[in-house]
């Protein structure tokens, strides 16, 4: 899946698409729920009422480079909290070469967050050493978001992900620790958008007059804009978690601004009483 904003190229790979099982992390969004917003249905929901998300990554070419934001589950991973994303075997940078992208040819790769689903292919196994799945990349961190992971985790699945996908790029002087608000080039800009993690970041695309937004895990389901107050199981401050998604969402509704999820594709963001909806674009 491919969409165009100004001069920059912004391609979904996807690593693993759901249908329902998504009360672990949406506690709130029941089937009878869903069904009470009809414009979900079909794109981000069933007629039943059941979430439809994926894990993917979103590549992105703009006249001077080619950015790889976020970076799903991975393989070969351990110590994770739901059973089928540990020891996973997918052709995933096999995919990404098919679409065009061979590891090789990313010069930058961005993680809105530190999530386990969100770093998972910053790198792969080799000789039972964890190394950068993309061999040229700097990759950009928010420091506030590393920080709190480096200083504050400590549950056992946070410091394996930390420990397998995180840190092994930091040792290899791969990384760059960004403030919130960074900007990377004439196109690509962060927005800080905190609250489902502790320095968690959107990012904001520019070109030729043209708007998209990365929202990251602001929302992990267009769900969430008709109900701000709707917290993922995941979110690391609630009540600054439902500001965000307030506050980024007000900016950008009603305007031509293509917006993709973390795990869910593109659309735009309506008003809609006190709350919003989300028009996909996809046919
Ligand atoms: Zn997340």
């Given at each position: ?16 698409e ?13 089937n009878?729920?869903?069904q009470?917003?009809p ?6 929901a069933t ?24 970076t799903g589950l ?13 020891s996973?075997?997918t ?14 040819s ?25 190394v950068p799945?993309?061999?040229?990349a ?9 920080e ?10 946070k ?22 608000d ?6 690509i800009s962060m ?9 968690h970041?959107?990012?904001?695309i520019?070109?030729?007059?043209e708007?998209?937004?990365l ?6 389901h ?7 107050g ?15 998604r ?16 973390g ?5 735009h963001i309506?008003?809609d ?5 989300f028009?996909?674009l996809?046919?």
């Amino acid at each position: 899946m491919q969409w165009k904003v100004g001069q920059v190229k912004i391609t979904k790979v996807v690593e693993m698409e759901t249908v329902g099982s998504t009360r672990f992390i949406l506690p709130l969004a029941s089937n009878d729920e869903i069904q009470k917003l009809p414009w979900l249905i079909p794109h981000f929901a069933t007629e039943e009422g059941r979430l439809k998300m994926s894990i993917h990554s979103l590549v992105l070419e703009t006249p001077s480079q080619r950015i790889v934001v976020d970076t799903g589950l991975g393989n070969d991973k351990q110590g994770r909290n739901v059973p089928v994303w540990n020891s996973r075997n997918t052709p995933f940078p096999e995919m990404m070469a098919a679409a065009g992208f061979p590891p090789e040819s990313i010069d930058t790769v961005l993680c809105t967050h530190l999530h386990v689903d969100h770093v998972g292919w910053n790198t792969k196994l080799v000789g039972g050493k964890w190394v950068p799945t993309f061999p040229r990349a700097r990759y950009l961190f928010g420091r506030t978001e590393y920080e709190h992971w480096r200083d504050h985790s400590t549950e056992p699945d946070k410091q394996a992900v930390f420990n397998d996908s995180v840190k092994p790029i930091v040792d290899s002087d791969r990384a760059d620790l960004i403030p919130g608000d960074h900007r990377l080039s004439d196109e690509i800009s962060m927005i800080p958008t905190p609250g489902h993690s502790a320095g968690h970041m959107s990012v904001l695309i520019r070109s030729e007059g043209e708007q998209g937004l990365l929202a990251g895990d602001v929302a992990h389901h267009p769900c969430q804009m008709a109900h701000l107050g709707w917290s993922s199981t995941a979110d690391f401050d609630q009540n600054q978690a439902a500001a965000t998604r307030a506050a980024l969402f007000g900016r950008f509704a009603d305007t031509p601004t293509l917006v993709i999820g973390g795990h869910f594709s593109a659309g735009h963001i309506k008003r809609d009483g006190d709350a919003f909806r989300f028009v996909a674009l996809q046919s």
